[in-house]
Each structure stands twice: as structure tokens, then as C-alpha cells.
């Protein structure tokens, strides 16, 4: 039984592409009757439940580790200790407080993102009209079988994946599982084997829904075997990617912990070598390493993040995981759905095409002639009348279509024109109604007006309503013959606005006899008054946004379920690819393709076309393979597997299932495409004002330890104590870098190119930076040192000097930071935080000199005027420096500049 019943359910894969009959047979299930209720009750015991298993408990530990399992945490953490040991007890705390806080935040925020199974399991509880022993019951989906014969009709959620066995004008909503913006139209026809899951019309899907029509179908497959099971599967095997920032921060803990052990090292035993007591150097050695370990990183960037979450959220941008921000602006792909991202998923009726006249814009209609309104409204109203499509107006007095798109977006248009759908259809009684079959591709009715005069309307593919019409309107309202040459004249124009991605219908009108049967000639012999085109048009800013994306070196791909020809007139539209070609490729493909082709295609295209959630992931996968940071957008079923995969997951937070929204890292409010790229804006100033944070911390540290590394090889007397460095360290590190945390978006931060993906932190450039920073910062403070020397001697005087040193150049230098190679007067004012923060660093080394409490535990004095002019002096002198040698930087990029010209 098991055996025979995993065969049956194999069939699932290709159940499209077989016969209804091969298929009952193969499932032992009968087409009139339905299974017995005794062999569902076996078939349930011995496959289970069709419910979605939830593979996702357990998961607390994991993000519970990721809070911990940092070379940066357990290298504070040892420095915590060896504070401990020395009797710097404050510095312990500070430390582990840090540690705590940093922990808490971040489990709380990621505690939700593994939920997206969860999710996946509420979305397909549903119930299914089945037919079992000759009898119809309800029963919940989850106790459905394989062979089970079920009836569905408009308005049910698909409770399973089903083989239609018989229908009647059925139509389904697939657009959470394929992608597919528009319903399908189904039919119980088999298709060849490799049709796409977008184009299999003679499936109905778990999780969608039917919008018209009724049918009998076969179950083929449940539980984890339909379509969006598989999608489940595919989300928990989606791999976890480190994002950019964590891969950074792991490979600066790595450098920082050799440098630590080296510089404690290196001072230790020069300093015994000199002959200063052991336990002396001991500590200042110990003092030195926790200096030089950034206390503060985990808490800044920490920080960083979550203000980047706040900012974020008032630009309709919901950040679930803190790392997610500063990955937004390390994305260098962006992998978006079509629909309501770029688009409005709003089907509107963009242009009417009357013949003779030519294109009539609905929003232009106050300035049409007499003949051109009355053309353009009979239009409209045969829009409104052959039609299934209703309204309802909400409590605020919006007006909201019901229906298939196409048609509500004809009842939009006729309010446009300022004609009432409800006064249309009073006016007018239907007395017969045939309603759109995929295979008449057309729909007609009768309709009888106040002095009984019938009308027979016809709206459908505009290739069908030509073939029945013998005459056409020309432009100044009269009829004329429907010549071949006219004819082939207006297929030429359907060709062209199909071209453009408008989905066209063509309507016609034929006066009846008003007594007699009214289905008696009506199907040719029809005046053909025009077209329609009605699309989902690109959102607006959708143009704006894409351009602002390629202008900072970021690609955007379209990953999208419709059709090419739709898909690729939209990426025209929207400048993908930045010229005239577009590089599109269809789903088939992909089928065929073999990983390093699929990679080649990944790289070259802009526009993947009827792609389903396993080519989605593939697509994902291969772009990653190629060292790309990639975003990608969704908001259906068959997206969770991608969003899961990418570096960073975006949902649609409007019309975004549950499923989406748990496989994401933001959810956007507004569903709008420059959102996404709002949102990378954003994250590039985060990454740039830790980076600023890294610049000014570790070319302070650095300052630090040269100027004590200095005076014991030069054998002067140590320029600092132990609690004077802690001092310095909680000081300058802590406010600055608060400050910094805020500063504003450079204005060229979106024309730039992101940051190569494998590009550490520290890269060359930088730590070029810092070392020579660090050098002049040392060679400054030391100088001051050395005068204070001069002056006073040996002693607490001088250590004195040598501290409040130390703090002005590095005061000095938080302005340095703001921008490696912009002015630090340009934009002076932007972050009066800065200013803030210099006057808290200012007031507390007044107090650690003038305060007696505090002075006697850092063991300073009162400071002279001639003191305080040379500690002024400290602050300014790095700002000078750095200063000339960005102006220098600048004149000599302008010379390179001028000679490549």
C-alpha cells in the first residue's frame, strides 16, 4: 500500500502534462464518485497529515550563540577579565555592561526571523469540498489524500494540488505562487511535459485561490509534495549568509587579536629591559592592551544599527534584523518582483485606439471632440456591461473594484470619463450573457435599453472581435466597410501596443431587432469601435529610482512570473539595462541550463521571465557565486525561498503573504520600489559612520600606545598611568563616538560603487590612514610631553600634561573623522552632535584636574595658563595637519583628473 501510494504521489511532478484518465487510474480514484471514505481513511493513516511540519524549533539557541560567537565579544571578554585581575574594576563593568546590552538587543530583534514555516503552516489551513463515496462533504484540507475528487468554484482557496478533471470558464489567482499578476485562465487539456509552473493550465495549485468558474478535480499531491510545500522545503534548506558587516567585524576581531598580544608583549619587556618593576609594567602592559581593544565597537555598531532602524522606519522601511541595514547599502544586486514593486499592481486602462482617429488618453477626455467622447464612451460602456466586475465603496468613500483586473480597470475608466458603472447598468437590462472561455477568447451580451431597443456588445482578443466585425467607425462618427486592408491596419496597431505591454481588448457593437430570440444572429456582423490597453503601470519614482541604483553601481534584475514579452516592456520602460537591449530569458531555460550557465546567465540578464521559486533560489545562488551582495524584493509564497537565501530579504509589507514577510530582513510599508533604494541610502551612511567610528578609534588607540612605546624606548619616564589610560580611553571613546553615530548622509553617497564584497574593513588605504594619523596624533602628544618635561620634570605635573595631550588630539581628530577626504569645515555645522559631544570630552578633563576626588584617583594637578595654551594647541595642530594633506589629496586627483581629459 505505501509503496503503490508514493508511486501515485510521484505522478504530482508531471500531472500537467497527463491524461486525466492515465492519472485516476494511476491514483486508483474515480472521476464520478470520488474514493471511498475506508480507503481516504487508509491513504491518511498511511501518509499523514497534509499539514506543513514545522522545521524551524529550536531555533533560540542558535540566535542566542550568534550574540556571543564574535572574535570581537570574547576578545572584550578576556580584556574584561585581565581588568578584573588588576584591580580596574570600573573598566570590567564598563566592559561587560557593554557585552550584556549589546546581547540582549540583538537576540531580541532576530528572535522573530526564523518563523517563516510557522507562517507557511497558518497560510494553507483551509477547508475542501470533497466528494467521497458518491456524496459531497467538507472536510479540512489537511485530511485530503492523493485521489481524492474535489469541487471547487469562485471565491475557494485551492485546498491542494489538483488535476482538473472537468470545468466550466474556471479562472484561478496564482500571483502568491507564481508571480503571474493577472488570473489564469484554466482548462482540463494536458501540456507538454517542461511547461513552466506559470503556464500549467491544467493545474489548480495549494494556496491559490479561483476567481470565476467552477470544476472537479483530482488531488495529486498534498503536504509537503504540492508546490508550495516544496516551497517550505526550499526555505529551510536556503543557506545562512554572514552578511558583509559581520564578515568584516570577525575578520578585524581576528587582526586586533594578534596586535593586542603584540603590543602587550613588546611594551612589557622593553620596559622590564630598562629596569622598571615587573608588576609595574605588568600592568601598564595590560592597561594598554584593553586600550587598544575596542570596548566600545560591539555598543556602537550596535547603536549605529538600531538608529538606522528608526531612521528607516519613518521612510516606510521595517528593519527585522539589526545587520540587515548596513547590508542594504552593501548590495550591489538588486533581484526585484515586477509586480506592485516596480509596478502599481493596479491594472488602469492606459490608452483607447479608436480607428480613423488613433490614440485617446482617458485622463485627456475633456478635450476630445463630440465624435472622438462619443466613440470613447461607447467603449467604456460596453466595458461596463459585458463585464462580471463589480465595486464597493469603503467606509471612507473610496471606491474598490471586484473582479477580474481587466475589467475593474474598465469600470475605473468609465468614472475617469465621468460615466457612473451603476447608472450604465440600470439603463441597460442583460437578456443573454455569455460569459469569457479561454477557448472563445471573448465574452457577449444582450442588453435591452429603456425603449426596449437591443444591442448585442461583444468585448474580447481583438484578433477574434475583428473576424466577426464588418464594419468600423471612422473618425467622424460614421460607419464604414471593414476592408482587409483596414483590418490588417488594426492588427498592425494591436501588435505595436502589445509590444508595449498593454493587454488589449477590442470592442464592437451590433443593433438588434428589438422582438424574437435574442441569441439569434449575434455572432458576426459586428461595427468594431476600438481598442483598449490596459496595463499595471510602473509606479511613479519606480524610472527615478533605477537610475538612482545604476548611478551607484548597483544592478537591478526583474524576477518575475509573467510573460516575456510583458516583462521585457516593462524593463524597457524602466531603463534596466540602461540601453536599448534587454536581456531577457525565459524560465524554460533555466530548466535545461546546468550551473555554469546558469552563473553566465545570472550575470549577463535583466530580466528573468516565468520563473518559478526554485529558479528564483537558483538565480539567487548563482549571483552569490559571483561575489554579489544581492537584495531581492517579494511578496507571495514561491518568494520566501529567495528572500531567505539573499543577503538581504525585502517583503512587501501591503500585499506581502505571512510567509514573505517571516523569510525577510525588511518589510516595506509602501511596497514601492524607491523604498528599497531610500533604504540602501540609508544603509551606506551606516556602514560609513561605523567606519568612522573604526578611523577615529583605532588611530586614537594607536596614538595612545606609540606615545608610551616611545617614552620607554627613549628612556623617558612613562608619560602615563594605568587609570589615566582607562580614563582616556572611556573618554575619548565613548562621546565622540556617540556623535558620530549620527552624523548625515554624504550627498554623493548613491554616486559611488558599493563596497567590493570581499573588501576587508582595514583595507590598505585605511589603515594607511590610521597608521599615519596615529603617528601624528603620538608625535604631537609626545611633544607636548616632552615641553612638559622641560618645564616640570618628572612627576604628576607632566603625566598631567601628557594625558589632557592626549584627549586634545584626539578631540581634534573627531573632526578629522568625519570625512577621509572631504573638508572638515565643508558642512561645518550639519551634525551639531559633534559639537556636543567636544564640549562633554572638554568639561570632564576639567573636572578629572580641578575635581579633587578625581584628581587624586588619576593622580593629576591643576594646569597653568601656559599648560592650557599648549593643550589648545593640541587640538588644533591635527586638524591643520590633516587638513593640508587632504587639500594636497584633492589637488593632486584634479591634476590626474585634467591629464586623462
Not at 502534462?17 to 470520488?34: K, N
Not at 422582438?515 to 459586428?526: H, K, L, Q
Not at 608619560?719 to 582607562?726: E, T
Request: hydrophobic fraction near 45%.
Amino acid at each position: 500500500m505505501n509503496a503503490g501510494l508514493a508511486e501515485s504521489t510521484s505522478l504530482s511532478k508531471n500531472a500537467h502534462a497527463s491524461d486525466v484518465g492515465a492519472i485516476a487510474a494511476d491514483l486508483r480514484a474515480d472521476t464520478a464518485t470520488g474514493l471511498t471514505t475506508t480507503e481516504a481513511e487508509k491513504r491518511l493513516s498511511a501518509l499523514g497529515s497534509s499539514e506543513i511540519s514545522n522545521a524551524n524549533k529550536g531555533r533560540w539557541k542558535q540566535y542566542l550563540w550568534g550574540q556571543v560567537a564574535s572574535i570581537v565579544v570574547w576578545l572584550l571578554a578576556v580584556a574584561a577579565l585581565a581588568a578584573w585581575l588588576t584591580d580596574s574594576r570600573l573598566e570590567a563593568y564598563s566592559i561587560l555592561v557593554v557585552l550584556f546590552l549589546n546581547g540582549v538587543i540583538g537576540f531580541a530583534i532576530e528572535w522573530r526571523a526564523g518563523k517563516a514555516l510557522d507562517a507557511l503552516k497558518r497560510s494553507t489551513k483551509t477547508l475542501a469540498r470533497v466528494r467521497r463515496d458518491g456524496n459531497e462533504k467538507i472536510v479540512e484540507a489537511a485530511q485530503l489524500v492523493p485521489g481524492d475528487l474535489v469541487l471547487v468554484s469562485a471565491g475557494d482557496r485551492v485546498p491542494g494540488d489538483l488535476r482538473i478533471a472537468e470545468s466550466v470558464n474556471l479562472v484561478a489567482d496564482e500571483s502568491t505562487l507564481t508571480g503571474e499578476s493577472v488570473p489564469v485562465p484554466k482548462s482540463v487539456d494536458p501540456l507538454p511535459e517542461l511547461t513552466p509552473l506559470a503556464e500549467r493550465t491544467s493545474m489548480l495549485y495549494l494556496g491559490s485561490t479561483v476567481v470565476a468558474g467552477h470544476c472537479t478535480a483530482l488531488v495529486t499531491a498534498t503536504g509537503t509534495e504540492t508546490e508550495i510545500g516544496k516551497i517550505g522545503k526550499l526555505i529551510s534548506e536556503a543557506d545562512h549568509i554572514q552578511t558583509p558587516l559581520e564578515k568584516r567585524l570577525a575578520d578585524l576581531g581576528r587582526r586586533l587579536v594578534y596586535v593586542v598580544i603584540g603590543i602587550a608583549a613588546i611594551v612589557m619587556f622593553a620596559g622590564i629591559a630598562r629596569g622598571d618593576e615587573f608588576f609595574l609594567m605588568l600592568e601598564v602592559a595590560i592597561s594598554l592592551a584593553v586600550a587598544a581593544v575596542p570596548e566600545g565597537l560591539p555598543a556602537v555598531t550596535t547603536l549605529i544599527l538600531a538608529l538606522g532602524v528608526l531612521r528607516m522606519a519613518k521612510r516606510n522601511a521595517i528593519v527585522r534584523k539589526l545587520s540587515a541595514v548596513e547590508t542594504l547599502g552593501s548590495s550591489t544586486v538588486i533581484c526585484s518582483d515586477k509586480t506592485g514593486t516596480l509596478t502599481t499592481n493596479r491594472m488602469t486602462v492606459q490608452e483607447l485606439h479608436l480607428p480613423g482617429i488613433g490614440q485617446i488618453k482617458p485622463k485627456d477626455f475633456k478635450q476630445l471632440k463630440k465624435s472622438q467622447f462619443n466613440q470613447s464612451r461607447q467603449i467604456l460602456e460596453i466595458g461596463v456591461l459585458c463585464s462580471e466586475a463589480s465595486e464597493s465603496v469603503d467606509p471612507d468613500g473610496s471606491i474598490k473594484g471586484i473582479g477580474d483586473p481587466t475589467e475593474t480597470a474598465l469600470l475605473e475608466a468609465a468614472r475617469i470619463f465621468e460615466l457612473s458603472p451603476k447608472q450604465i447598468r440600470e439603463r441597460n437590462t442583460i437578456v443573454l450573457e455569455e460569459p469569457f472561455e479561454a477557448a472563445k477568447k471573448r465574452m457577449k451580451v444582450v442588453v435591452e435599453d429603456s425603449d426596449n431597443k437591443r444591442t448585442a456588445l461583444l468585448k474580447g482578443a481583438p484578433a477574434v472581435i475583428l473576424e466577426r466585425s464588418i464594419s468600423f467607425v471612422n473618425e467622424t462618427g460614421e460607419v464604414e466597410v471593414l476592408t482587409a486592408e483596414k483590418t490588417e491596419e488594426l492588427l498592425h496597431v494591436n501588435r505595436e501596443m502589445a509590444g508595449r505591454a498593454l493587454r488589449l481588448l477590442g470592442f464592437a457593437i451590433k443593433n438588434l431587432d428589438s422582438e424574437g430570440d435574442p441569441a439569434a444572429d449575434t455572432d458576426n456582423g459586428y461595427t468594431f469601435l476600438g481598442f483598449s490597453g490596459i496595463k499595471d503601470p510602473i509606479r511613479d519614482g519606480a524610472l527615478e529610482a533605477v537610475q538612482t541604483a545604476r548611478n551607484a553601481g548597483i544592478r537591478v534584475v526583474m524576477l518575475t512570473g509573467d510573460q516575456m514579452e510583458t516583462a521585457k516592456a516593462i524593463a524597457h520602460e524602466l531603463k534596466l539595462s540602461g540601453s536599448l537591449d534587454i536581456e531577457a530569458v525565459h524560465s524554460s531555460e533555466l530548466t535545461t541550463a546546468d550551473e555554469a550557465r546558469v552563473y553566465e546567465l545570472a550575470r549577463d540578464a535583466d530580466v528573468f521571465a516565468r520563473v518559478s521559486p526554485e529558479d528564483k533560489l537558483r538565480i539567487v545562488r548563482a549571483l552569490q557565486h559571483a561575489n554579489e551582495i544581492v537584495a531581492v524584493t517579494g511578496d507571495g509564497v514561491n518568494d520566501a525561498p529567495a528572500l531567505r537565501q539573499a543577503d538581504i530579504g525585502v517583503a512587501m509589507g501591503m500585499r506581502g503573504t505571512e510567509v514573505a514577510k517571516e523569510a525577510s530582513d525588511v518589510v516595506l510599508t509602501d511596497d514601492n520600489f524607491s523604498t528599497i533604494v531610500d533604504a540602501i541610502r540609508g544603509g551606506r551612511a551606516i556602514y560609513a559612520n561605523i567606519r568612522k567610528f573604526v578611523h577615529l578609534m583605532f588611530s586614537q588607540n594607536l596614538s595612545e600606545v606609540l606615545v608610551i612605546f616611545a617614552a620607554i624606548l627613549a628612556g623617558l619616564p612613562l608619560p602615563l598611568l594605568p587609570l589615566q589610560i582607562l580614563w582616556i580611553n572611556l573618554v575619548t571613546d565613548v562621546f565622540p563616538a556617540l556623535a558620530l553615530c549620527v552624523e548625515p548622509a554624504s550627498p554623493r553617497s548613491m554616486k559611488r560603487k558599493p563596497i567590493k564584497p570581499g573588501e576587508s574593513m582595514l583595507s590598505r588605504d585605511f589603515l594607511f590612514t590610521v597608521v599615519w594619523q596615529g603617528l601624528v596624533l603620538a608625535a604631537i602628544a609626545l611633544g607636548a610631553y616632552l615641553w612638559a618635561l622641560s618645564e616640570y620634570g618628572e612627576g604628576s605635573h607632566s603625566q598631567t600634561i601628557a594625558m589632557l595631550a592626549i584627549v586634545g588630539v584626539q578631540l581634534g581628530h573627531l573632526f578629522n573623522c568625519r570625512s577621509r577626504t572631504r573638508s572638515a569645515f565643508n558642512r561645518f555645522f550639519s551634525n551639531p552632535y559633534i559639537f556636543a559631544a567636544a564640549g562633554i570630552v572638554i568639561l570632564l578633563q576639567i573636572l578629572a584636574v580641578t575635581f579633587s576626588p578625581l584628581a587624586a584617583v588619576l593622580n593629576t594637578v591643576e594646569i597653568g595658563f601656559n599648560d592650557t595654551i599648549v593643550v589648545a594647541i593640541t587640538v588644533l595642530l591635527p586638524i591643520v595637519i590633516v587638513e593640508i594633506a587632504k587639500l594636497s589629496a584633492r589637488i593632486l586627483k584634479n591634476r590626474k583628473l585634467v591629464r586623462t581629459q
